[in-house]
């Protein structure tokens, strides 16, 4: 590719040079010398048409290199050495954009390669050593100073303030609570902080994506492309007309003038200027697509395929629920395990980890840690002895107490992890580890639809009743559970009988079907370097809505492109009748022909234009990061009302009484509060972002019932003491107490998706 850009830089450069030479020679009086300037000029790019030309046939292909042969040729024949001059630097400068644009979205990413980070500033002992970033090990701790680029992925220890824009586009700096995991890369904005690796420097994001731009830099761009689709029927027409105008005329300037205003310029430019305003937009976005016929493919995909884990989901395992023995709360059952599992380097063991920084509880270094792999951890934590890890390496052959049974059973039946706990040689409690549905996965779904998506099909390895509980709460069309590669394919191949389909993954076992699907889409952000090597096209930013504006890009300049081609088409059409008639000679039909080329590449360069959101329609990431932490501060209070719902029964009047009163001063000075806040400040700016009469009213609803339930728990917080032994009141207490639980946790969730949709 690099000696094609460089052959064409030639040639265009010998036309121009050509051409203006030739022009001063002539008005200095030197025609001679000025003609044979412009036919060596047309014979340069004649030369190499001729080649391409024959290869095209012999390969059995009609393209638009034949026409512009037959123009170049005709004008030499005929002596027109200005029109051929003139020809030859139209057909050069076009071919010459159209490689431009297989480069230009490259070139967005690869400033990345200059950015990669050599060095790290790890903590040894009371010192902090700087090391090459490639001994790096997961678990290891590091200083990351001001200005400098992250090394490795890595979970925060501190807050920090840090520059994504290299990565992601985001233009303004964004804050990180502790707990929060770090992709390599980005650039330390703020002060310096800490931080935990979770990955070595050839596995981490950054590295991921700098494979991927060298991928994306030796891929090849498919035979078939738009224009030469319309080249089938134009270039013929074209001969028709100019052989049917030399032989009623009986002159050959006239067909060769039909010939001149035929040369399919509207084809050659607007096809490659759309092409490479759509590449370069989704490049400016963080979709990285690798040639320009993958972006054409998507203006027309039917079917799309998703792969779950790591792609319609977040990958990664977060904290969901706490089942805990009654006799201790369950932040202090997550500090303690998350104390243990700060020795580990496993990727559950990291997600507790994160789970209590996020919620910030207090961690403390454990003494005299051993580890099983595989198994779990034990060790001392504040001079307790704590046991971590799966259920036979923390229970034993001991029975399950009956206040676990039901999230050990949740556990199995929604296709959880589990960390059981055991404090003091006694079981005590119990973390469902979960990996959640990313929180644009829903918006991005439907955004796909509004893009005429007809079919949504979400392919997994989990089992049945795992994948069509996920399915079910998407909405997607089918769900096919328990794939394998090798099954995937099938799937694929069946289903691009019907249309153009894409294949969304992100693990090494989706690379065959990113392989077999006419458009292959990985995940490159955390995704594995096979998967991003056999797509087309990588998010090189970690979020699936990204895709959709990718594909309304990719329709809209197709629109464009082909508004362009018809019109530009259209005119040449009209100008070579004319010229078939004798009125349009062919030095003017060529001045014809660039104006036209001039509205062409005017109107496709409208593909600069598309926005992936209106201005001023954009909430910070740095806000959205802010309300997911008030959340996630807010959510141990939430987890109390099922912790209290789940032990009402066996627990003594005074005991409930006690945890009641507590609740509702946690529900009046911290849920209330920031509810109210929310209506009165933040929903009346999302609103004027939506837009529409009152778009944020079914919120404001929620905000109510939120406001009734807290009420009934207050009622009941000084009403419990004479009604314990009245079943309706402990019945009463159980509904009101799960109900609130449900609508919190539901209303969090929404408004995350509301404010992370904003933000993209």
Not at 590 to 617: F, H, M, S, T, W
Not at 717 to 725: L, M, N, P, Q, V
Request: proline share 4%; hydrophobic share 50%.
């Amino acid at each position: 590719m690099p000696g094609s850009n460089r052959l064409n830089l030639l040639q265009v450069s010998a036309c121009a040079l050509a051409l203006i030479g030739g022009a001063v020679l002539h008005l200095l009086g030197r025609s001679n010398i000025a003609g044979w300037l412009w036919l060596s000029g047309a014979c340069l790019v004649l030369i190499a048409v001729v080649i391409d030309t024959a290869i095209a046939l012999w390969r059995r292909k009609l393209g638009l290199d034949l026409i512009a042969l037959v123009a170049i040729a005709g004008a030499i024949a005929l002596q027109e050495y200005l029109t051929g001059a003139v020809i030859a630097l139209m057909f050069a400068s076009g071919r010459g954009l159209e490689d431009y644009a297989e480069k230009r979205a490259q070139k967005e990413m690869s400033a990345l390669l200059t950015k990669a980070p050599r060095f790290a500033n790890r903590y040894e002992g009371s010192r902090i050593v700087q090391v090459p970033v490639a001994s790096i090990r997961p678990g290891e701790r590091l200083a990351v100073r001001p200005g400098e680029t992250v090394p490795v992925d890595g979970t925060l220890v501190s807050g920090a303030l840090v520059d994504e824009s290299s990565l992601t586009g985001e233009s303004l700096p964004v804050s990180y609570s502790p707990g929060k995991l770090l992709g390599s890369g980005i650039v330390n904005a703020g002060d310096a902080f800490d931080m935990l690796a979770t990955s070595t420097a050839e596995n981490s994001t950054f590295n991921n994506i700098i494979r991927l731009v060298q991928a994306a830099q030796e891929s090849k761009a498919p035979a078939m492309r738009l224009a030469d689709q319309f080249a089938l029927l134009f270039v013929p027409l074209a001969l028709i007309i100019a052989g049917i105008a030399w032989l009623f005329a009986g002159d050959p300037d006239r067909a060769l003038a039909v010939v001149v205003v035929a040369t399919p310029c509207p084809l050659i430019l607007a096809v490659p200027v759309a092409v490479v305003s759509a590449m370069s937009r989704c490049a400016q976005s963080g979709v990285l697509i690798k040639h320009g016929g993958a972006l054409e493919k998507m203006a027309q995909v039917k079917t799309m395929f998703f792969d779950k884990t790591g792609t319609l989901t977040g990958g990664k395992a977060r904290l969901t629920a706490i089942g805990t023995d009654p006799s201790i709360q369950p932040e202090e059952v997550l500090r303690l395990a998350a104390s243990l599992e700060q020795m580990s380097g496993h990727a559950i063991a990291q997600a507790v980890v994160s789970a209590a920084i996020e919620r910030g509880l207090p961690l403390s270094i454990p003494e005299n840690v051993t580890e099983q792999p595989g198994a779990g951890l034990s060790g001392l934590v504040d001079g307790r002895d704590v046991r971590v890890g799966g259920y036979a390496h923390v229970l034993g052959e001991a029975k399950t107490p009956s206040w676990s049974r039901n999230i050990v059973g949740r556990i199995g039946h929604e296709g959880a992890a589990g960390v059981y706990i055991a404090i003091g040689g006694r079981f005590c409690g119990v973390l469902q580890m979960m990996d959640e549905i990313r929180p644009e996965t829903p918006r991005a779904l439907r955004l796909l639809r509004a893009l005429n998506i007809e079919r949504i099909v979400m392919l997994t390895g989990d089992r049945r009743d795992v994948a069509k509980s996920i399915g079910d709460s998407l909405g997607v069309d089918e769900v096919i559970p328990e794939q394998t590669p090798e099954s995937k394919l099938s799937a694929i191949s069946e289903a691009r009988a019907s249309g153009v389909t894409m294949m969304v993954g992100d693990g090494i076992n989706d690379a065959p079907a990113l392989a077999a699907a006419d458009i292959g889409v990985a995940m490159g952000a955390r995704g594995a370097a096979a998967a991003a090597e056999s797509a087309q096209v990588v998010l090189l930013v970690d979020r699936l809505d990204r895709l959709a504006f990718a594909v309304r890009v990719a329709k809209q300049a197709r629109v464009i492109a082909l508004q362009s081609v018809i019109g530009g088409m259209s005119l040449s059409i009209i100008a070579m009748l004319v010229a078939a008639l004798g009125y349009l000679p062919p030095v003017a039909g060529a001045l014809l022909q660039e104006l036209i080329d001039v509205a062409v590449i005017l109107n496709a360069l409208r593909v600069l234009r598309l926005q992936y959101a209106k201005p001023g329609e954009k909430i910070s990431a740095d806000d959205v990061n802010k309300l997911k932490e008030e959340h996630l501060r807010l959510l141990p209070i939430i987890d109390r009302l099922s912790w209290l719902a789940d032990r009402a029964d066996t627990m003594p009047t005074s005991a409930i009484s006690a945890e009641l009163a507590s609740l509702n001063a946690l529900l009046h000075s911290q849920i209330l509060p920031h509810e109210s806040k929310d209506d009165s400040t933040l929903y009346p700016v999302v609103a004027r972002m939506i837009g529409g009469e009152d778009p944020m009213a079914s919120m404001s609803s929620t905000h109510r019932e939120i406001y009734r339930l807290s009420r009934a728990v207050d009622r009941l917080a000084t009403g419990i003491r004479s009604e314990r032994d009245e079943d309706s009141s402990m019945q009463e207490l159980h509904r009101i107490l799960y109900a609130l639980e449900a609508i919190l946790r539901l209303h969090f969730a929404q408004e995350e998706e509301i404010y992370h949709g904003l933000s993209s």
